[in-house]
């Protein structure tokens, strides 16, 4: 495997369902994110972590709650979701070095649907 | 507030050239980039300018003017592969990147 993956690449599940979404990143980066993508909407960052310390954004409702085993793995655990959280989730990778900033490199992304 | 403007959808035809404009406002700036993301695919990086000036790579080039908060991505040579949307982000003094909505480019042949 190379790059950035996501599992699993489409999900359904009802609103009192718990699932969670796998990121792994096979570049030897050091920084990851979690990603909102809506239609017709910018990326919405919803969590970075980055040497190992979490920065969050404080709009992401709780029933979101991600997990950062390492510097190569990455959950976003999913608890009664709400439809309107329906969109393509996309995980990334960085290497963050202080003072420099490198691009992101993205996985696939999970196709989420909340019915 | 920060914010990040580009158009919602752009058409061209195949052969041809095409700027897509992206102006954004932010609190402080540490570069711009410019991602191509494929109808249910990642989004892959393209260009970053973090000085004024022209950035030409193969087909596309990418030009920035700090002054004007202003970018744009050019394509030339235009292909049907590059249907797709094109997303312009910056980073902001705090080193976080603020997302455009995404520019659709459709072309035709």
């Known amino acids: 495997e190379t790059g950035v993956t996501q599992t699993p690449r489409h999900l359904v599940m009802g609103m009192t369902n718990k699932k969670s979404l796998k990121c792994e990143q096979h570049l030897g980066h050091n920084a990851m994110y979690w990603y909102k993508q809506s239609a017709k909407k910018p990326l919405e960052l919803m969590f970075v972590?980055?040497?190992?310390?979490?920065?969050e954004n404080n709009s992401v409702p709780s029933r979101f709650s991600p997990e950062c085993p390492n510097s190569s793995h990455l959950f976003l655990h999913l608890h009664t979701l709400q439809p309107e959280d329906s969109a393509l989730y996309l995980c990334?990778?960085?290497?963050?070095?202080?003072?420099?900033?490198?691009?992101?490199?993205f996985g696939p992304g999970t196709r989420l649907t909340v019915l | 507030g920060q914010n990040i403007d580009q158009p919602t959808e752009m058409t061209a035809t195949e052969g041809a050239i095409v700027q897509i404009n992206c102006t954004y406002q932010t609190s402080g700036f540490n570069g711009l980039f410019w991602y191509q993301q494929h109808a249910g695919e990642a989004p892959t990086f393209l260009s970053y300018n973090v000085l004024d000036g022209l950035e030409e790579k193969g087909r596309f080039s990418s030009f920035l003017s700090r002054s004007k908060g202003y970018s744009y991505l050019l394509l030339k040579e235009l292909q049907m592969k590059d249907s797709a949307s094109y997303l312009c982000a910056v980073l902001d003094s705090n080193y976080q990147l603020i997302w455009g909505a995404g520019t659709k480019l459709i072309i035709k042949p």
């Open positions: 990334a990778s960085s290497q963050s070095s202080g003072g420099s900033y490198n691009e992101q490199f």
């Open positions: 972590y980055s040497l190992e310390e979490r920065v």
